[in-house]
Each structure stands twice: as structure tokens, then as C-alpha cells.
């Protein structure tokens, strides 16, 4: 059964090419170990709730936009490994893969694919 790693996150919004140079990096270095697809989203329409919205849950800021990106992976299994190698490859450590956001206010989670209509 396919798996999706979901995250949404606030990236400063005068980061936006700090950012997409960061997500073209790990996405190719996810794609690498196993993933087949990453997929990020810079948010246009994304409007502030009153109860609950996804500005409200990653504390986004004035200046700031949300981004929600996704990995899909084969299944859960490849995911666990290709994450696993992931973490330890060096180049984790390497100058442009610092994250341009908070990773504090990041809100993300692994999802069992239920069904997939094209």
C-alpha cells in the first residue's frame, strides 16, 4: 500500500528562492532513497480561519506564506528505510540544506494511502 509523508510549514515569504533551492536539493536526495515522488507548494489561496486553518497551525506570520508539500513513497517500509538513509547521508549536514523556515511551527505526519482517483 503507497505512503505519504504530508508537511505544512511557514517559510518567510522574502525566502521563497532560498526555499525552492533547498526543496530541489532534498527532493532530489529523497528521490535518491526510494521515494517517487516530492512534491512542494507555495500557497496562494490559503485564507486564516477562526477556528482552525493551516496558517493558524504552523503560527504563520504576517510576512511569511504556507507551503504544504508531500513525499509519496512505494509503502510504508520503503519509506522507514529511505528515511533512515537519509539521515545519515552527510550531506544533510551541507550548506543549503539549512532549513529557510522555523522547523519548530512545521506540523507534518506519515498517511496510509486509503485510495487514489486519476
Known amino acids: 500500500m503507497a505512503y505519504v509523508d504530508g508537511f505544512v510549514l511557514a517559510v518567510p515569504s522574502a525566502r521563497k528562492d532560498e526555499y525552492l533551492a533547498h526543496c530541489q536539493?532534498?527532493?532530489?536526495?529523497?528521490?535518491?532513497?526510494g521515494a517517487i515522488k516530492v512534491v512542494e507548494c507555495?500557497?496562494?489561496d490559503?485564507?486564516?480561519g477562526?477556528?482552525?486553518?493551516f496558517p493558524m497551525a504552523v503560527k504563520a506570520e504576517e510576512d511569511e506564506t504556507?507551503?504544504?508539500?508531500w513525499i509519496y513513497w512505494q509503502d510504508k517500509a520503503a519509506r522507514d528505510s529511505g528515511m533512515q538513509k537519509l539521515?545519515?547521508?552527510p550531506r544533510m549536514q551541507e550548506e543549503g540544506l539549512e532549513m529557510p523556515y522555523d522547523g519548530k511551527r512545521m506540523i507534518f505526519g506519515?498517511?496510509?494511502?486509503?485510495?487514489e482517483i486519476e
Open 25 to 33: 536539493i532534498f527532493g532530489k536526495m529523497i528521490v535518491e532513497y
Open 50 to 53: 477562526e477556528i482552525s486553518s
Open 87 to 89: 539521515m545519515q547521508d
Open 110 to 115: 506519515g498517511f496510509d494511502v486509503l485510495t
Open 66 to 69: 504556507v507551503c504544504f508539500s
Open 46 to 48: 490559503v485564507p486564516q
Open 42 to 44: 507555495w500557497g496562494n
